[in-house]
């Protein structure tokens, strides 16, 4: 039984795309969003994408071994 930390490159995709948005949305001179309601949704999708792309795979148990 191992713990295996999975890649999902859909969720990876998307976190590239939204990380993009973020960029775009966010003002480098005065540091803040743009659209602010638009930049936070886009940070909180952007986080909850980055953390379903690395998350972690349930644990197997080999049956066939007793």
């Given at each position: 039984?191992?713990?295996?930390?999975?890649?999902?490159?859909?969720?990876?995709?998307?976190?590239?795309?939204?990380?993009?948005?973020?960029?775009?949305?966010?003002?480098?001179?005065?540091?803040?969003?743009?659209?602010?309601?638009?930049?936070?949704?886009?940070?909180?999708?952007?986080?909850?994408?980055?953390?379903?792309?690395?998350?972690?795979?349930?644990?197997?148990?080999?049956?066939?071994c007793?």
């Amino acid at each position: 039984m191992k713990n295996k930390i999975g890649f999902n490159l859909v969720f990876a995709m998307m976190a590239f795309v939204l990380g993009l948005g973020l960029l775009r949305e966010f003002d480098f001179e005065n540091f803040v969003f743009r659209k602010k309601a638009l930049g936070f949704l886009y940070l909180i999708v952007f986080i909850i994408s980055v953390f379903l792309t690395f998350k972690k795979k349930k644990q197997t148990e080999n049956k066939n071994c007793h």
